[in-house]
């Protein structure tokens, strides 16, 4: 997420043309969030099994933080990829309520509050007893 969002596409921007750099970055993040969604439903499934186990050994419930982190997760992916890529097209052909510059803005908080998400499920895994 860091490679794609912090330094792939500030290079594109920086090195291309901008509406060649538009178009590849968009194709970046095409990838990245089907890719997301994929590991997202992976840690999905990891934080059921980790409630299952938990409540099983009578230490708490089956909906623990990690599945919520994860959900939350691939939640930002949803609406901040796919809920705001046509509307980002709308605004870029002069359609819609809300501009282009804002609608950026809204997918690049749904991006970094992801990247919170993901970096907070990626610590408590780390953290878990094996």
């Known amino acids: 997420m860091l490679g794609i969002g912090g330094v792939a596409a500030p290079a594109l921007f920086s090195?291309?043309?901008r509406a060649d750099a538009g178009r590849v970055a968009a194709r970046l993040f095409s990838l990245e969030a089907t890719i997301g969604v994929c590991a997202g439903a992976f840690l999905v499934l990891v934080g059921l099994?980790?409630?299952?186990?938990?409540?099983?050994g009578t230490q708490g419930s089956r909906f623990g933080l990690e599945l919520i982190l994860a959900l939350a997760a691939v939640a930002c992916i949803v609406a901040g990829y796919y809920a705001l890529q046509p509307m980002l097209e709308a605004a870029r052909a002069g359609q819609g309520s809300l501009s282009f510059a804002a609608l950026h803005g809204i997918s690049s908080v749904?991006?970094?509050?992801?990247?919170?998400?993901?970096?907070?499920?990626?610590?408590?895994?780390?953290?878990l007893p094996s």
């Open 49 to 56: 099994q980790l409630g299952r186990d938990r409540a099983e």
């Open 15 to 17: 090195l291309l043309p």
């Open 110 to 127: 749904f991006f970094a509050l992801r990247l919170a998400l993901v970096a907070i499920l990626a610590w408590r895994l780390s953290a």
